[in-house]
């Protein structure tokens, strides 16, 4: 073993013991320990550990989209079309001789900036209602659920179909609708948790401090309820892609020739028959889609949220 | 202390809890109204937030505007939202849901023709799910980390990540084109169309009260396909809860004592555990059901079965508001008593619930 190399080793085992260590020295290192600890847990669950991996390329895929494509998405060939895989088309074309493989790819970035976008909008409302229920509780935390149950009253994809007929169908339109769709369980969620936290010792402290309602629910409560928030709508990120993809397959959702997976199967569903891979390959990529972000959640669930089901 | 004073002490405090049990009752059906009222302002709102205008969906914009006029007035158009509000909610209350454009009927007498047909095809999903997935529950969570309980949960993580659409396309690729043990979409054969008269709506069972047992045999195999399918699905779900429940229940004190009195654990598993989860199943059963609405409409639409799924996929290509609206709303309701159902249900069975 050389120097450099054991200097390394020992740096590294030394960075281990620091964020090991039982008597944090400082703040930063307790919560740099928390977090190691978790993921020496994360890591050790291997479906999780593949859920992560798979999400990870779905979002390298999605974002070198470009880059690894081999043909444009949109290119149409009418001499090549429905192309069993080659090595010229790796997946295959589809009923206008474009690339399935670029066009899945293509697809990544639809569906996961669906995602994105649905859980940016909807993440704080979630949080926000939740709180603002929980803690001033009376007649607003009345009025609040009762909203968040007439959302819920409803199945998600039926309620985002009649949103997306009322508002004409698209991507714009589908990601408000799922996004209407997806707030209320969060609200509930943020909502029993700031229940559980608002009676305890420490937020008396807090108020007797003088701090003031806003501070209050910004430092104090929300940091809380953030753990299993994230584990939720990680869970629910599978739920999103069904919907999207079920809205594209409807006819609803994306519009062709956008390359969205569901809206792909919906335009070529008809050659299942005889060009079965022409529509089962985008079905196959929403398959992997949200069987890895259920693995990733289920494993979030374990190391943040324990209690949880 | 004497029996005769302790009767009455008893009976009033069965009484305080039969009126406070009846109070919760009460609270959760006021709530439910309020619930209710919401989901129809709800619906009402998407159906005037359209950009289509109602009336040009109608006569078509080739109309005489004279003709427009009247018929905007007719419908109430030209009306303030709160009193066309009005009127929609007393039309409803008299089970009035509009005419739809597609078919030209009422669309109540649409939606009674089309929901047996998605009952139907819930039901036997869920009757098939429930026999199979609460013992596979209960027997991971008994094993559980064994190889069973791996591969249970494997199965069960495929079922509720997989898109309906995509297994219900490659089981009709498999069992139909390729095996062709399985008929094809639709809900009868050709030869069959039209023979079996409409009693209940329900093709299986009007064949057997009619004693069709050709047409019987017929529609209960293309009814096999879609009801296996959202029954895998469906059972996924159900499984995952129900293994999760036992795991809980089964590190409870009360199963430690029942292994120290020496019970079999077969008896304590069905008896005991599966006791004592059974409220808190029944709810999330009552939810999956409720939920299984959504999945029939993407299999109604893949199979092309007439049922309320496919005709509300088939209003919204048709751009049929009312239809559309009113399919929605009926499925809401549907659901919202499913879940009001679960809710009383649990607070009879599970005593920690009241």
């Known amino acids: 073993m050389t120097n450099a190399q054991s200097t390394a080793v020992q740096e590294k085992s030394s960075r281990r013991d620091w964020l090991l260590s039982d008597a944090p020295a400082s703040r930063r290192q307790a919560a740099w320990g928390k977090a190691y600890r978790m993921w020496l847990q994360f890591r050790a669950n291997h479906l999780a550990m593949t859920g992560l991996v798979t999400a990870v390329l779905l979002i390298v895929a999605a974002l070198a989209a470009p880059l690894l494509a081999t043909h444009d998405p949109a290119g149409i060939d009418l001499v090549n079309r429905l ?11 589809d009923d206008l001789g474009r690339d399935l ?67 004409r169908p ?64 990680s869970l629910d990120i599978s739920g999103i892609i069904l919907t999207a993809a079920g809205l594209g397959f409807l006819g609803m959702g994306a519009q ?19 060009q079965w891979w022409v529509p089962t390959i985008p079905g196959i990529a929403i398959l992997l889609a949200s069987l890895a972000f259920n693995l990733l959640g289920d494993g979030l669930r374990d190391v943040l949220d324990p209690k949880q089901e | 202390m004497t029996a005769p004073d302790l009767s009455p002490r008893g009976w009033n405090r069965f009484a305080a809890g039969a ?3 009846g109070g919760g009752i009460a609270s959760s059906l006021a709530g439910i109204l309020v619930t209710l009222f919401g989901l129809v302002l709800l619906t009402f709102v998407i159906g005037r937030t359209m950009p289509i205008d109602p009336v040009v969906a109608i006569i078509g914009d080739k109309a005489p505007p004279g003709m427009v006029e009247q018929l905007r007035e007719e419908l109430g158009l030209d009306r303030s ?87 219900a396309l490659v089981c009709l690729l498999v069992f139909y084109a390729k095996l062709g ?42 009814l096999a396909m879609p009801a296996l399918l959202l029954a895998f699905i469906t059972m996924s779900l159900i499984v995952r809860m129900t293994r999760a429940f036992m795991l809980e229940a089964l590190s409870g004190e009360y199963i430690v004592a029942a292994r120290a009195k020496g019970l079999s654990e077969t008896r304590i598993l069905w008896r005991h555990g599966l006791g004592n989860i059974a409220g808190r199943l029944f709810t999330v059963i009552a939810v999956i059901y409720a939920g299984l609405l959504e999945g029939t409409v993407l299999t109604e639409t893949v199979f092309s079965r007439p049922g309320l799924g496919f005709y509300l996929t088939r209003s919204l290509l048709n751009a049929d508001m009312n239809a559309v609206l009113g399919a929605t709303l009926v499925i809401g309701v549907i659901y919202v008593c499913l879940n009001l159902l679960a809710d009383l249900a649990q607070r009879q069975l599970d005593p920690r619930a009241r």
């Not at chain 1, 192309?83 to 074309?93: D, E």
């Not at chain 2, 199979?132 to 064994?146: C, N």
């Open chain 1, 101 to 167: 493989y670029s066009r899945v790819l293509f697809g990544a970035r639809v569906t996961l900036g669906m995602v994105v976008a649905v859980v940016v909008l909807v993440a704080p409302i979630g949080l926000i209602v939740g709180i603002v229920a929980g803690y001033a509780g009376g007649i607003t935390d009345r009025i609040l659920m009762r909203v968040t149950d007439i959302f819920l009253a409803f199945p998600r994809l039926v309620l985002a179909l009649a949103f997306v007929a009322a508002l």
């Open chain 2, 181 to 222: 043990i399985a008929p094809g979409t639709g809900s009868q054969g050709i030869v069959y169309q039209g023979m079996v008269p409409f009693r209940t709506g329900m093709i299986v069972l009007d064949a057997a009260l009619d004693g069709q047992w050709d047409a019987f045999r017929d529609a209960l195999a293309y």
């Open chain 2, 81 to 167: 939202l709160i009193e066309q509000f009005w009127i929609y909610l007393t039309k409803l209350l008299q089970g009035d849901l509009g005419r739809s454009v597609m078919t030209g009927q009422p669309v109540t007498a649409d939606i009674l023709q089309f929901f047996p047909a998605t009952l139907e095809l819930a039901t036997s999903a869920m009757i098939i799910a429930l026999l199979v997935g609460v013992p596979l529950g209960i027997i991971a969570a008994a094993r559980q980390d064994s190889i069973f309980d791996n591969a249970v949960r494997v199965i069960s993580l495929i079922g509720y990540s997989v898109p309906v659409f995509v297994l």
């Open chain 1, 83 to 93: 192309q069993p895989p080659s090595a010229q088309n790796w997946l295959g074309t």
């Open chain 1, 256 to 274: 062709p020739p956008m390359p969205e997976w569901g809206t792909m199967i919906a335009t070529t569903s008809g050659f299942i028959l005889d």
């Open chain 2, 19 to 21: 009126l406070a049990r």
């Open chain 1, 170 to 233: 698209g991507v714009t339109s589908a990601v408000i609708a799922i996004a209407l769709t997806a707030w209320p369980p969060l609200a509930r969620l943020a909502r029993s948790e700031t229940l559980t936290i608002r009676n305890t010792d420490y937020i008396s402290a807090v108020k007797l401090t003088g701090a003031s309602p806003a501070r209050i629910v910004i430092r104090h409560i929300a940091p809380v309820c953030i753990p299993s928030m994230i584990v939720r709508v």
